[in-house]
C-alpha cells in the first residue's frame, strides 16, 4: 500500500483492502509481536468534534504499537476559538507528530488539511463526508465472519444520513457482495449513492420490511434511525419500531448470521441478541484496534509480516 | 488477594487489606523496581464525573508501574450523550483496555458494570456508594503513622453525607480501633451506619465537641461540612465554624497526633497547621499512589514481594 | 544552569539563555539521541486556563525525552471547583509528578506556587505576567534565522498589552539588538516597560508606520491587534487593516527578512507570505519541541552534551 493519507475508502483498492486487513490479522494474532514497533513515535489527535470511540481507539492502536499520541484537546479549549483556520493548526501540529488523525465536523476537510502536511494524515470522520477505517474495521469483521465469497448483505436503517453505510456500501462493491436494503421510505438511500452503486455493477435492493430478505442474509448491518429526523414523536416510534430486532426475529435467520451494527445503539438490537452467538457488534468495535494498528504500521512504514 | 473486581472496601478481608498495604510499602520502598512491570499494559479510564484527584493518582499509578491509560474523556464529549448505556460502554471499552477503572454517579453501578466484563474493574466512587482505594490510602496512611496497635481515631465534620467517612469506618472495625465521631448533630452519622458498626462489634462513642476527646486521640480525621447542608449561610457559618481546627485547637493533643483529610480542603483545617509534624494530609493524598500502584499490580497479576 | 523553577525570562542571563539554546540546537541536530533520556520521568500538567498549542508543545518535549504526563484535565472537572487553593492543588500534585508546568491566569501565580513544591516547577503563562518558554523559542528562532550579532529587529501589532513581546523585548536587551516597535498609537508599548528598556540600555525607536523601518529589519515579530480593544469594529478594521502585511508589503524588505509571529494568526500575515522564504512562524512553533525538551533536560539534571 502506497498512500500518504489516507482520506476516503474509495482510494483504496481492492488489493489495498486485503492488505490492511491481512496486516490487522497477522497483528491480532500475535499483538505482542508488535508492542514496541513505533516506540518513539507520537501521533497528533486533531478531534474538532466528540468521538469518544474512535479517538479510544485511535489512542489504543498507537499504544498497542508502543507509540504515543499528542492530543489537542476540545475545541473549546483551542486556539481554533482565537479564529485559527485549519490549515495553520495542522502546519502547527506536524511539527509535534509524526502522523495526525483528524476529525473535523466539514465535509472535505480531511482532503483539504492533507494538503499542508508533510506527515500521514488519516481522516477519522469529515461531516457527512467519509471515515475510512470504520469501514476497514467493518470489512474485517465482515470477512472474519461471514468471508467475501458469495457474500449477501442487509443493511438496515438510517440509509439517507447514514455516512457509515453509503462508504460500506461502496466498499463492498470491490467483493461483489449482494447488497440488500432495507428502510422506511423517509431515509432510503439518497439518489447520489444509488446511482453510483449500479455505475460500479453493484447488485442493490431496496426494501421496505426485513422479513423479505432476513432467511438470506450472511450478514445484517444494523444502524440507529434517529428521532431527530421525523416532525414528532409518534411518528418516530412508529417507524423506528419496526427496524428494531430481537431475539425473536432472528428466529427467521441463518444459524450463522452475523449481526453487526457500528454503535452506540439505543433500542434498534434488543438486549437479549446480546447472548446469542449472531452478535458480533462488540468484536466489531474491538476490531478498531487491529485494523489501526495494521493501518497506522503501514502508514508509518512497517512490512506486512 | 483474589479478586477479580474491587467494588467495595467491604469486600476485603483484613488479611485482603494487610495483603494490599505491604506490597504498597514495599512499592513505596523503591518505586524503581516496578518501572516496567507492567509496560504493555493500559488501563481504561471511564470518568463519568469529574476527578481531578482521583484520576491523576490512578494515572500516575499506571504509568509508575509501565503502562499507559485509554481515556474516555469528558461524558460531554462520549457516546453516552447519544443515550448508550453503561454496559455497552464498558462492553466496548473492555476491548481497548487490559483493566479499568470506573467513577460513576449513580450507586451500584459499578457493581453492575462488572458484571459486563471480563478484565478487572476497579470502583473509583459510584455516587453515595463506595471508594474502595479511598480507604485503602486512608488505612495506609493510618498504618504508616500512627499503626492500628491500640488505635484511637476521630472522625470528624459531616459524617452523614460522607462515603469516605462510611467506609473508612467500616474498614476499622477490621483493627479494632476506637472510634469517636465529632459532629452537629444535623450532621451525625446515619442509623444504619451506625447500627452497622455495632453490629460488627466497633467501640463507636459519638461527640458534638471536638475537645472532648481530641487529648486522647491518636489520629484526627477531618472532612469538610458543605455549605450546601444548610438551608442558610449564617447558619452554615455558625456550625462549620465549631469544627475547624488551627494550630491553638492542637495544642491539646497528643504530639504524634496524625491529622488527615481527604481534600480538598477549604478552611476545615488552618494553613498555620500545615507546618506543624501532626499535618499528613498531602502525604495521604500523595499514598495513593503506592497503594493504587499495588491493587492495580495484584490485580494484573503480579506477586508481592 | 542552575535553577530550580523557571519562572520569568527576566531571571535568565545571558548565559543561561545561550546553553538553553546550544542545548536545544544540539537536540534539535540528533533527537534520536535523546529518545529515552528521561524514560521514567512525569511531568505534571496544571492548565488553569486553555492553551492548546503550549501544551501540546510540552507534551510532545516531555515524550520526545521519553517521559510522559499527568494531566490535571481542564479547570471545570477539577477540585478548583471545589473552592481549592493553588497552593493545596500544587501540594498535592508534586506527589504525582517529578516536575510540573503551570498555567494560571493570575500573574504572580507560578512565583507563589513554586514556593510550596519541592519539584521544578516551568511557569507556563501567567496572565499578563510572564511566559519564558515562549520567550526561549523565539530568541532560538532568531539566533538560528537571523544570528544575535548586530541584529534589527521590528515588533509590530498590539505592544500595549501583549506579554510576549515585552518579555521578547526585555530579553533582547541581552544580546544588543536594535529594537524598533510598530503600533497604533493606542497600542504603543506600556510606559513602564519602555522605561524597563530604557534602564537596562535598550536601543529603541517606537514608529507608527511599518515602511519607515522596513528595509533595515533582519527579524520582523508580528502579533495579533485583537478586536476586542476596540470600542467599535470599523475603528477595529481601519486601524488593524495599516498592521497586515503580505508578499507585496516585504518586496521592500532584505531577501534574508526572517517574518515571526506567535500565532496563532487571524489576518496579520496574508497566506501568500506562508510560501516565501521569509516565513519563519511555523518554524518557531515547531521550535518550541526542541527548546522545551533543552530546558526540561537540564532541569530535571541532564547534562548538555
Known amino acids: 500500500m502506497r498512500h500518504d493519507h489516507i482520506i476516503s475508502a474509495k482510494q483504496l483498492s481492492r488489493a489495498d483492502i486485503e492488505e490492511v486487513l491481512d496486516h490487522a490479522a497477522a497483528i491480532a494474532a500475535d499483538p505482542g509481536a508488535y508492542a514496541d514497533r513505533h516506540a518513539d513515535t507520537l501521533l497528533g489527535m486533531l478531534f474538532f468534534e466528540p468521538s469518544t470511540r474512535t479517538k479510544m481507539s485511535f489512542t489504543t492502536a498507537m499504544k498497542r504499537l508502543g507509540g504515543d499520541i499528542v492530543d489537542m484537546g476540545s475545541v473549546e479549549s483551542s486556539s481554533v476559538k482565537k479564529g ?12 509535534y507528530a509524526d502522523a495526525l488523525v483528524l476529525r473535523h465536523p466539514m465535509e472535505g476537510s480531511a482532503k483539504m488539511a492533507s494538503e499542508f502536511v508533510d506527515v500521514p494524515l488519516v481522516n477519522a470522520g469529515d461531516g457527512a463526508g467519509q471515515h475510512p477505517t470504520q469501514t ?14 458469495d457474500l449477501t448483505i442487509g443493511i438496515m436503517g438510517d440509509l439517507k444520513y447514514g455516512r457509515t453505510v453509503h462508504s460500506l456500501a461502496h466498499a463492498l462493491t470491490n467483493v461483489d457482495a449482494r447488497q440488500h436494503f432495507v428502510s422506511p421510505e423517509s431515509l432510503q438511500l ?11 455493477g ?9 422479513d423479505e430478505i432476513l432467511p438470506e442474509l450472511d450478514v445484517l448491518y444494523v444502524t440507529r434511525i434517529q428521532r431527530e429526523r421525523f416532525p414528532d414523536e409518534s411518528e418516530y416510534r412508529e417507524v423506528a419500531g419496526q427496524y428494531q430486532i430481537d431475539s425473536e426475529t432472528l428466529a427467521a435467520a441463518k444459524d450463522d448470521l452475523t449481526v453487526m451494527h457500528p454503535l452506540p445503539r439505543v433500542d434498534e438490537i434488543a438486549h437479549d441478541v446480546d447472548d446469542t452467538d449472531h452478535a458480533k457488534y462488540f468484536q466489531q468495535a474491538h476490531n478498531g484496534v487491529p485494523v489501526r494498528m495494521a493501518l497506522l504500521d503501514l502508514m508509518l512504514g512497517g512490512e506486512p509480516e
Chains 1, 2, 3 share one sequence.
Open 202 to 210: 453493484a447488485e442493490v435492493r431496496e426494501h421496505t420490511e426485513l
Open 84 to 95: 485559527e483556520s485549519l490549515a495553520d493548526t495542522v502546519r502547527v501540529v506536524e511539527g
Open 190 to 200: 439518497p439518489r447520489s449513492v444509488r446511482y453510483d452503486l449500479h455505475q460500479e
Open 136 to 149: 476497514l474495521l467493518d470489512l474485517y469483521t465482515i470477512r472474519e465472519n461471514a468471508g467475501f465469497d
